[in-house]
């Protein structure tokens, strides 16, 4: 290992580092939605325009090679995450400005790629600069930290904006019609902070982060690089049954990709429209906990599976998953005022979520990812379930306003069927290179 005498503890850098890759992701793909929701756009257009939003980690698989050859994966993380710092900042100061729409989407655009490139980077860090006992050791506080992330942006900067919107809203009129002013200062501020998070956290990478090597199989030169991504491809696609392995990958995640989106937009919805009517401090908490409860669903769904082996339990695993998606039917049915039976409704489909998630990973990691490009595999794998996330997502706004919430919710229980069916016909065991060593 590269510099290991000088090596920081990986207790210094590991939490930092994969707190800073789940923030802005996080930023981009959830609570973007809940922002412009505040600023007044409909879900239709909300779910379009976030919704786009995951092309960065659909792709980021076709770069990954070049991340190699230029400087060290140090040099990667630390530019993101100043990219980022500037990106934010900038989208705080548009927020002000008249047309802040397309200029948001577009800052929200860099710092999807950005961040995705960060993953990249911050990933092959965390492989190259520990040992596998190290490794083993810390995966916990790696996804830990990644979700702490998680929790502040989508759970406690969300319940901020509410303070921020009565702080900012105090002895202003509401307009007759349009989104509140105060919300363009609460989220402002929100954004500022976020930015100011991420430039913390590249100051503490700048002294303390290592370097990162090369893997041993890194190509040298950009031609190799592009030749070994296309050699990688072809032998992903040579796979026996890879497309019944596709389609099970794709659509595992069906029904709750087009929840994703308008989830949180019907429970902080108008309730003469269908929606719950929480304010951003309620589902604020909501997400805090509800990322907690994901956390612990994942603990057991991976126990569960460790005992039973994921062939025995995958079925399973697809039915916690999408079973739970009834509780946003029952919501959107019942329209209960009741803020602990919403909140503990709620964590009921997360919990289900974190369970089912798990038998996503290891079916990705154990049946579609061996061979000789096992790392490559791996990410063409998530490409394939971000494409899916990202397609339910630019529809289910369209699909929302067509059907209307308790209408919504029947067809993404209906949604839901094809996982639950491809799961049970999922291949097992027919990979002929799963038994050999994986490359990185």
Not at 291 to 310: D, E
Not at 394 to 400: E, N, P, W, Y
Request: aromatic content about 14%; some cysteine.
């Amino acid at each position: 290992m590269t510099g290991e005498a000088k090596r920081a503890h990986p207790l210094l850098w590991v939490p930092s580092l994969y707190f800073a890759m789940g923030t802005p992701m996080i930023a981009v793909s959830v609570v973007a939605a809940i922002m412009y929701k505040n600023l007044g756009l409909s879900n239709t257009e909300i779910a379009a325009y976030t919704g786009a939003m995951y092309l960065p980690w659909v792709l980021k698989p076709l770069w990954a090679p070049l991340v190699e050859l230029f400087r060290t994966k140090k040099f990667f993380v630390l530019a993101m995450e100043c990219t980022m710092v500037v990106t934010f900042t900038c989208l705080a100061l548009a927020l002000r400005l008249p047309i802040y729409l397309p200029l948001s989407i577009a800052f929200f655009w860099i710092i999807g790629f950005a961040s995705a490139t960060q993953d990249i980077a911050g990933d092959g860090v965390y492989l190259t600069s520990s040992t596998e006992k190290e490794q083993a050791l810390y995966i916990g506080v790696q996804g830990a930290f990644w979700n702490l992330g998680r929790v502040l942006v989508s759970g406690s900067l969300v319940s901020l904006t509410k303070i921020l919107f009565d702080w900012a809203a105090a002895g202003r009129p509401a307009p007759a019609a349009g989104p509140h002013p105060a919300w363009f200062v609460a989220w402002m501020v929100v954004m500022l902070i976020i930015a100011a998070i991420l430039a913390a956290t590249a100051l503490w990478h700048y002294f303390l982060l290592p370097p990162g090597s090369k893997a041993p199989d890194a190509a040298r030169s950009v031609s190799e690089a592009l030749r070994t991504t296309g050699d990688a491809w072809a032998s992903f696609f040579r796979k026996p049954r890879v497309w019944m392995m596709i389609a099970v990958v794709f659509f595992y995640r069906f029904g709750e990709g087009f929840i994703e989106k308008i989830g949180p937009l019907f429970l902080i919805d108008r309730r003469e429209v269908g929606g719950l009517g929480l304010d951003n401090m309620a589902l604020g908490h909501i997400n805090a906990i509800g990322t907690v409860v994901f956390v612990a669903g994942t603990l057991l769904g991976g126990f569960v599976a460790a005992r039973l082996t994921l062939r025995r339990v995958f079925v399973l695993l697809a039915f916690c998953l999408n079973v739970p998606l009834v509780t946003y039917f029952y919501l959107s049915h019942t329209m209960p005022t009741n803020l602990t039976l919403i909140a503990g409704t709620v964590f009921v489909e997360k919990f289900g979520y974190g369970l089912g998630t798990v038998g996503m990973m290891l079916y990705m990691m154990q049946e579609l990812s061996p061979g000789p490009y096992r790392t490559a595999h791996y990410a063409f794998a998530t490409g394939v379930m971000a494409l899916n996330m990202m397609l339910t997502g630019m529809v289910s706004g369209k699909i929302q306003a067509a059907l209307h919430y308790h209408n919504f919710f029947l067809f993404v229980l209906l949604a839901s069927i094809p996982s639950i069916a491809l799961a049970w016909l999922a291949p097992f065991g027919k990979n002929p290179d799963a038994n050999q060593a994986p490359a990185t």
